[in-house]
Every structure is written in structure tokens, then in C-alpha cells.
């Protein structure tokens, strides 16, 4: 393979890697959304069994705690700043983009590690008043992590290739 065949080769793959970046992105969301209307189902049962039937049961709010934090950091994976950043000049605004994009990846890497830790530390141990392992309530946290840094890079990619 010459030079100009590996440049080509190398240019092809941040198409590639977009695809499959905007898919993860495109489930991620789709999860979030589950999640939160899993919530409001969960909150729903709640309260019915709660005012109606007058059995409140002890699942639901473990329950609904975890729909929730998965539906914010699945979420949050797709949130950013930008009116700052646009009103820059454009040096000072891709240099801003740059920067935020490289917090947001170290940050993402930061929560999925210590999510991921908490998972397994946690992973032993029952959680009160539902039948799963506490550690599980960990398990959006280190996937939103691992999604964040994620699409920083791939943003950050996107930039250097432009």
C-alpha cells in the first residue's frame, strides 16, 4: 500500500466511524426515552396502589430511580452548550469547541470508570425493595460515560478532519 492508498484508506474511516457513532446515538435516545416513559409508568403504579388499592409497594422507587438515571445520562450524552460558542470569533471558537469537547471526553471516561467500579463494587449486594443487585443502579452511569466520551471524540474527530 503507498502513501496516497493509506491517506484514503484513513479519510474513510471517520464516515464510518459517524455512522456508527450517530446509530449508538440514535439507541441511546430511543433507551432514554424508554426509560423515562418506564418511569412514568412505574410513578403511575405507584400511586394507584398507593391511593386505590392502599398497598404501596417497595419496588417502585428503586425502580423509578433507576429509569431515571438512565434516562438523564443516556440523555445527557446529546446535551451541550453552545450559544457561547458561537458568538465567539471563529480561532477563539474552535478553540473553545476543541477544549469543551476534550472536558466533556475526560469527564465521560471519569464516569464511566467510577460508574463501572461502583457497578462491580455494588454488583453483590441486594438492593432494598427490589429483587436486583445495587450495583445495577450504577450501570447508566458508566454507560452515559462511556457514550459521552464517545461522541466528544468523535466530534473532536470531526473537527480535525475539516
Known amino acids: ?4 492508498e493509506a491517506r484514503l484508506t484513513v479519510a474513510a474511516l ?3 466511524l459517524h455512522a456508527v457513532c450517530a446509530a449508538v446515538a440514535r439507541a441511546a435516545l430511543v433507551v432514554a426515552c424508554v426509560a423515562l416513559v418506564g418511569m412514568a409508568l412505574v410513578e403511575g403504579w405507584q400511586v394507584f396502589a398507593r391511593y386505590v388499592l392502599n398497598d404501596s ?7 423509578a430511580l433507576l429509569f431515571m438515571s438512565t434516562a438523564m445520562m443516556l440523555g ?9 460558542v458561537e458568538l465567539a470569533p471563529p480561532r477563539l471558537r474552535r478553540a473553545l469547541k476543541i477544549f469543551a469537547r476534550l472536558v466533556a471526553a475526560t469527564i465521560g471516561v471519569l464516569l464511566a470508570a467510577w460508574g463501572g467500579e461502583l457497578l462491580v463494587d455494588g ?4 438492593m432494598a425493595g427490589a429483587p436486583l443487585p445495587q450495583g445495577v443502579v450504577y450501570l447508566p452511569i458508566a454507560l452515559g460515560g462511556a457514550l459521552i466520551a464517545l461522541f466528544s471524540l468523535e466530534k473532536l474527530g470531526d473537527a480535525s478532519w475539516r
Open 57 to 63: 409497594p417497595s419496588w417502585t422507587e428503586p425502580v
Open 14 to 16: 471517520p464516515p464510518r
Open 123 to 126: 454488583w453483590s449486594v441486594p
Open 1 to 4: 500500500m503507498n502513501a496516497r
Open 76 to 84: 445527557a450524552a446529546h446535551f451541550g452548550f453552545f450559544i457561547g
